[in-house]
């Protein structure tokens, strides 16, 4: 499986907490040294907690269940 499905996988654990929040994301590109990008949205996508749910909610779990990613970036 690629990586990018690899992600698109993990991220469909992620979504349900977000969409129960009035959010969503958006999985944009994740590059050969492993950086993920994605695009917060709805309720996400102007929370000021959007950066924390980023790297210790989306990040935290993409890096547990893929070790080929380094990073998770909001695009």
Do not use: F, H, Y
């Not at 992620?14 to 993920?36: E, F, M």
């Not at 929370?47 to 779990?61: A, D, F, V, Y």
């Amino acid at each position: 499986m690629a990586l990018k499905e690899l992600v698109e996988s993990a991220l469909e654990k992620v979504r349900p907490s977000l969409q129960a929040d009035g959010g969503d994301v958006q999985l944009v590109d994740v590059d050969d040294n492993g950086v993920v990008k994605v695009m917060l949205k709805g309720a996400c996508a102007g929370c000021p907690m959007s950066q924390m749910t980023l790297k210790m909610g989306i990040e935290k779990i993409l890096k547990q269940n893929i070790p080929e990613v380094t990073s998770v970036e909001s695009v």
